[in-house]
């Protein structure tokens, strides 16, 4: 039985980097582990719109200084959230990491299960290797609703989780095309 989530994607990118995003997530959602998808936005996009509308995503708007995960999470179905950046593609084999994830985060309370990220170089590199350092929430975290919780501020822990996410080159900001259209 796989552990069923919601998916969160923040897109500050282009409208390919999201349409990227939500079709490597069909597999998840044949196999039973992605119930539903939160496209999240800093502003409206006729573009990003008609994407959300024709994968049956929902779109969350994020004002400024607002958290991007708490904002999606409003609006999903499940406890258990795949924060993604829209240009992320989870890599072969993440459903069952996704799967032995939910074994070890129910046995020995983990609230947090990182993914690696494939990085192009070596200064992505490096930011992915002091990213992993990180207690915040960021893409690539598979992340119970209970941590987006401000209230439970003690530092969680982090399950590494067996899967990568590569990164897609970012396409022009969504902002930049609102301005060109």
Do not use: K
């Not at 999240?40 to 994968?55: D, G, N, W």
């Amino acid at each position: 039985m796989h552990m069923m989530l919601s998916a969160l994607v923040h897109s500050r990118a282009g409208p390919e980097a999201l349409a990227a995003t939500l079709s490597a997530l069909v597999t998840g959602v044949a196999e039973g582990v992605v119930a539903d998808a939160v496209v999240i936005v800093e502003q409206e996009s006729e573009t990003i719109e008609l994407i959300v509308e024709a994968t049956g995503a929902t779109c969350a708007f994020v004002r400024p200084g607002d958290d991007p995960w708490s904002t999606g999470a409003a609006l999903a179905r499940r406890d258990w959230f795949l924060c993604l950046e829209a240009g992320d593609i989870p890599l072969e084999g993440w459903i069952g990491a996704v799967d032995r994830f939910a074994f070890i985060a129910e046995r020995e309370g983990y609230p947090i299960g990182r993914l690696a990220r494939r990085v192009p170089d070596w200064r992505e590199w490096l930011r992915e290797r002091v990213g992993r350092l990180s207690r915040d929430i960021r893409a690539g975290d598979i992340v119970h609703r209970s941590r987006l919780d401000r209230a439970t501020a003690r530092r969680p822990r982090i399950a590494g989780v067996e899967a990568q996410i590569l990164r897609q080159p970012a396409s022009q900001p969504d902002r930049d095309l609102a301005a060109a259209g």
